[in-house]
């Protein structure tokens, strides 16, 4: 017949139990931040795939001359061809696909192309510059899980947790074997518990500059706009012809944040 669990088996028991889920629930809490933040990670990556890329490549596709194209990345802060492939200018359907569901102001068609670009800008630098924030707020996200890693290994030494739970087994049990044994143990247990800090954000997303503002690059954008609209095909032309385009295509509205 098994004998009964004495006073001191049931404390000791339950100072396991506690250190067990003192360890395994901070670590629970620091995973579920991480997979949050992969999870922002991943919405705020869509958001700029989705809505500053279509700003920029509606500007790409109007200005359609390269040289117009990286003389407006340099007068916007934007060194970087972001989104840019030659093709875009080159494909009518890809075209039609970003003006589509789209509304122009102007009395004339070339004063409608030009406030356009315009408009397209202005709503570029808006979206870059919510997403900037998105972006420092990733880093805040990032920079305090880092920070809760670096607490849970200050108050949970495996050595140490080891060792402690080894002597309450055999408090004799102190020699340097047992300890090598300890040493290698936690060891073992670090590796396969081990908490990374997540990757810095500046290598999972793309680090937008702040874009000029509109006011202070407006009167050499609409130059830019005006060099623009005498090498439009007429395809492009009679889009401007109107004051909006048609809604032919699903999902042309971008998402918001």
């Known amino acids: 017949m098994a004998s009964q669990p004495t006073l001191e088996d049931i404390m000791a028991s339950e100072i396991k139990r506690d250190i067990a889920m003192r360890y395994f629930g901070f670590r629970k809490l620091i995973e579920e931040d991480e997979l ?3 999870e922002k990670t991943r919405q705020y990556s869509y958001i700029l795939q989705k809505r500053i890329s279509f700003d920029l490549i ?3 596709v109007l200005l359609r001359d390269e040289e117009l194209i990286t003389s407006f990345l340099d ?3 934007l060194h970087k061809e972001l989104f840019y492939d030659p093709y875009l200018s080159q494909s009518f359907n890809i075209i039609k696909r970003v003006l589509a569901c789209q509304h122009f102001h102007g009395m004339f068609r070339s004063s409608r192309f030009t406030n356009y670009i315009l408009d397209c800008y202005e709503n570029l630098t808006m979206h870059a510059e919510l997403y900037r924030q998105r972006v420092r707020e990733l880093q805040d996200d990032r920079a305090f899980i880092a920070e809760e890693i670096k607490e849970f290994y200050r108050e949970n030494d495996l050595n140490v947790i080891l060792h402690f739970l080894q002597s309450m087994e055999d408090p004799k049990a102190t020699g340097s074997m047992q300890g090598g044994m300890e040493i290698g143990l936690a060891e073992g247990l670090e590796q396969k ?3 990374a800090p997540p990757r ?4 999972t997303m793309t680090i937008l ?4 503002p509109l006011p202070t690059i407006k009167r050499p954008l ?3 706009a005006k060099q623009a609209y005498k090498i439009q095909p007429p395809e492009i032309l009679a889009l401007f012809a109107r004051k909006e385009t048609g809604c032919d295509r699903e999902g042309s509205a971008d998402p918001a944040f």
């Open 200 to 203: 810095p954000i500046e290598q």
């Open 36 to 38: 949050a933040l992969s």
């Open 75 to 77: 007068l916007i802060g």
């Open 222 to 224: 609409k130059k830019l």
């Open 209 to 212: 500059p702040p874009l000029q």
């Open 193 to 195: 518990l081990h908490l």
């Open 58 to 60: 509606r500007i790409y």
